[in-house]
């Protein structure tokens, strides 16, 4: 295989300039290497309805989020470490895409090509970052610690917000019940019960106003 | 004007429904309307090319680069600080629109539309929260502190990478020349002077290769 034909969608064009500053280099490598999970598309439409999102979008709106909502978390939280992990808590969807939370069958194969993908992504910064980072995104996947449950809560949070506002978007698209929503969003009371309660608000709204099958 | 005229693009198919708490619903739709900075198109392209990036995803990278670069600020910075300014800095975009760095015409008038959309954006927030996002990106236009100066650095080199990854992307499609490129970049010492120094390499780097004029 040459190298035009190995170089997938999303590769840049040409790679940074050497530079004799190896450590700075292996960074501003990663930098220019997660560009590609601006196309990495979602379920979730635009409020406006206009396309799907993409994930960089979808972690910078969870970190706004983080700003605005760290009042309603269920117990004490680290704004900056939060944070972080919302900003990181894709990264590896670069190399395993977007698993979409209705699919069973791409679910139950979604832990191991995260982890390999993982496995890939992080090493390609300077060891210390390699470990920073993959420590976050672990921290996040187990949700065991009061900073992970409110960022999984605000992750899940986001795309029903989208879903509302484009009155029922993908849940109407893909034969969502307000059943299998409140199952998945459930995990939302873990890390902030407040949230959790205008979660069921909202969805007892979305199916009166036909957004949302009963 | 009816009500679906002065709907214009990037508006929501439909409002959040209300909820008792007046300050979460202040707070939602607050998020809800941010989601617009993802229409809010810049000149600079993905790495690979394929389209024009958004102030969302540009706001989530530049959040990453604070993350792995803060080592070369010039002067101690807060991180956690840093990344609010970042998350915020764009946000009057939603209804100033981005300026296109080497408009000299536009970039006079700048000054005064960000702050009217200031004036339009931060009051729909509860008044505590208004304050605060408010400050922190006066702080970031000021450029007074270090960590809006370090915050601007980044701002300054993340469409560069673009720009060079793209082999010239902007730069060759709006005829701008290096001299126009290190002038505008020149603010990035005061940030970081190791980023200062990578982005003089790569600039001579891009002409070089025939991705700026000299």
């Known amino acids: 295989m040459d190298a035009a034909s190995q170089a997938g969608p999303g590769e840049p064009v040409v790679a940074l300039p050497s530079v004799a500053d190896s450590r700075l280099a292996r960074q501003l490598a990663f930098i220019l290497e997660i560009d590609k999970l601006k196309s990495v598309l979602r379920r979730s439409h635009l409020a406006d309805g206009s396309r799907a999102e993409n994930d960089a979008e979808h972690s910078w709106h969870l970190a706004m989020m ?3 909502l760290g009042e309603y978390a269920e117990e004490e939280v680290d704004t900056g470490r939060v944070l972080r992990m919302l900003l990181v808590h894709d990264l590896v969807e670069i190399y395993a895409g977007d698993t979409f939370v209705y699919d069973t069958t791409a679910i139950a194969e979604q832990e191991a090509r995260e982890r390999a993908a993982a496995d890939r992504l992080f090493p390609q910064l300077p060891r210390d970052q390699a470990v920073q980072l993959r420590s976050l995104w672990e921290e996040f996947e187990a949700r065991r610690t009061p900073d992970a449950r409110f960022a999984r809560a605000l992750d899940r949070l986001q795309p029903l917000i989208l879903n509302y506002a484009t009155g029922g978007g993908s849940w109407l698209a ?8 409140l199952a998945h969003q459930r995990v939302v009371s873990e890390g902030s019960q407040a949230l959790w309660e205008y979660i069921t608000h909202l969805v007892g709204d979305a199916v009166r106003r036909g957004y949302l099958a009963a």
Chains 1, 2 share one sequence.
């Open 66 to 68: 983080a700003v605005l």
């Open 174 to 181: 893909h034969g969502v019940r307000a059943e299998d929503v």
